[in-house]
């Protein structure tokens, strides 16, 4: 399972004028490494969506980045943040129901 966390740049947070922009970051938990890997990264301006690479940042962005998704990970692991366990897993049954669905509408079930 895949989890998405957001921050908007602030004025130190790049070596260029990211400020006001927002970092869209795909995360996962990895049970084979025992860390966390960044699976997809978007930079939102303007001017649209762009793509973004986790080796682009700094050294110092690359640490504060990764302290970020741990924090993140730990709020919603332990339930001390904005994210609940019940809301992910409200996601997953609405997922689940609308694979059944599918399901039932291909066998015409």
Not at 22 to 50: A, F, P, Q
Request: hydrophobic share 35%; aromatic share 10%.
């Amino acid at each position: 399972m895949t989890y998405t966390f957001e921050k908007t740049f602030g004025k130190f947070d790049s070596s260029t004028n990211f400020e006001g922009n927002k970092l869209i970051v795909e995360y996962v938990y990895s049970s084979v490494s025992d860390c966390i890997k960044v699976v997809e990264m978007s930079r939102v301006d303007s001017e649209g969506t762009h793509f973004h690479r986790l080796n682009w940042m700094s050294k110092e962005g690359q640490a504060s980045l990764m302290e970020d998704l741990e924090n993140d990970m730990t709020d919603r692991m332990c339930g001390t943040g904005n994210h609940s366990i019940e809301n992910d897993l409200e996601i997953a049954n609405m997922e689940a129901d609308w694979l059944i669905q599918k399901a039932e509408i291909h066998y015409g079930i």
